[in-house]
């Protein structure tokens, strides 16, 4: 029987956090707000953003919401950007993705002022990552090196492997996982032999975006199983990508779906949040 990662309730503490450090600010004169941007009407997206508005009124945090039309051109969003970028009072700015076709999203995301950016997608903050400088940091992987600690899981030194290696979430998950002293092996779609890899992993890390790919098969037991995926099956119910019943009674720890890493990466971004104003009034929060 694995224990189960409660990630509602980490991040529940995550968030308290956040809103007792927004009120001290708040003492101080010091207001926090973000901006979020969603262009379309993408229902899972408008999901996510409205959840995200949610969070932040929770955590005592301002947020600023910009609902643009479908056929909002590239100058258009990019005048958009520009703005929030110029305005003092305006902390973090958050672009939903993903954007409608047609727009091209690299060049908005980078856009988007390193010490604004509260994704941690823009190259600035991707190298400081990798050097280990201050910046943001992408939310659902920070989220999940948060899950392990707030666990009481080991990082240094065990073996971590990490399936998929996507810009926001496999590849700063390696870095994260290295920063915190893990053997990180990085898997991926041309990875020969990938249950052989996995095998060796005290940590697995699963972010392939294929319903309940993971089972038993690729896990060692006692392994500790963090499933990034989510997914609507064709029950109606929410599925990751790590076939749950299969796995439980192998892994040492695991991540429910839904309850796991998805409350994670919203409290991390209000946690973000904090950070934009450290970085742009040079604080410490
Ligand atoms: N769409 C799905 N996840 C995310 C996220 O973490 N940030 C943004 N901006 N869009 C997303």
Do not use: F, S
């Given at each position: 029987m694995a224990k189960i990662i409660d990630g509602k309730a980490i991040a529940a503490q995550v968030k308290e956090e956040v809103r007792q450090k927004v009120a001290q600010l708040a003492e101080q004169g010091v207001s926090v707000c973000l901006a979020v941007v969603q262009v379309g009407s993408d229902p899972a997206s408008s999901v996510y953003v409205r959840n995200k508005k949610k969070a932040c009124e929770a955590v005592g945090i301002k947020s600023l919401s910009y609902e643009l039309p479908e056929e909002t051109t590239q100058a258009e969003l990019l005048a958009l950007v520009d703005d929030l970028n110029a305005r003092?009072?305006?902390?973090g700015i958050l672009v939903q993705l993903?954007?409608?076709?047609?727009?091209n999203e690299e060049e908005i995301l980078d856009r988007i002022s390193p010490l604004k950016d509260v994704d941690g997608f823009h190259p600035q903050n991707v190298g400081c990552l990798s050097v280990g400088k201050p910046g943001f940091v992408s939310c659902t992987p920070a989220g999940v090196i948060q899950l392990l600690k707030r666990s009481g899981?080991?990082?240094?030194g065990q073996e971590c492997v990490v399936i998929g290696r996507s810009n926001i979430v496999g590849k700063p998950m390696g870095m994260l996982l290295l920063q915190e002293n893990g053997t990180v092996t990085v898997t991926h779609s041309?990875?020969?032999?990938l249950k052989e890899v996995t095998k060796r992993a005290d940590i697995l890390v699963v972010a392939?975006?294929?319903?309940?790919?993971?089972?038993?098969?690729y896990v060692k037991e006692g392994a500790t199983v963090i499933d990034v995926g989510i997914h609507r099956g064709g029950d109606g119910k929410l599925c990751g990508d790590v076939d749950f019943d299969s796995v439980e009674p192998v892994a040492g720890a695991i991540t429910p779906?839904?309850?796991?890493?998805g409350p994670m990466t919203i409290a991390m971004l209000m946690h973000n949040c904090l950070t934009s104003v450290a970085l742009q009034k040079k604080i410490s929060v």
């Open positions: 003092a009072d305006v902390n993903p954007l409608p076709k047609g727009l899981i080991a990082i240094d041309h990875t020969k032999d392939i975006g294929k319903p309940r790919m993971i089972t038993a098969e779906v839904p309850g796991g890493v």
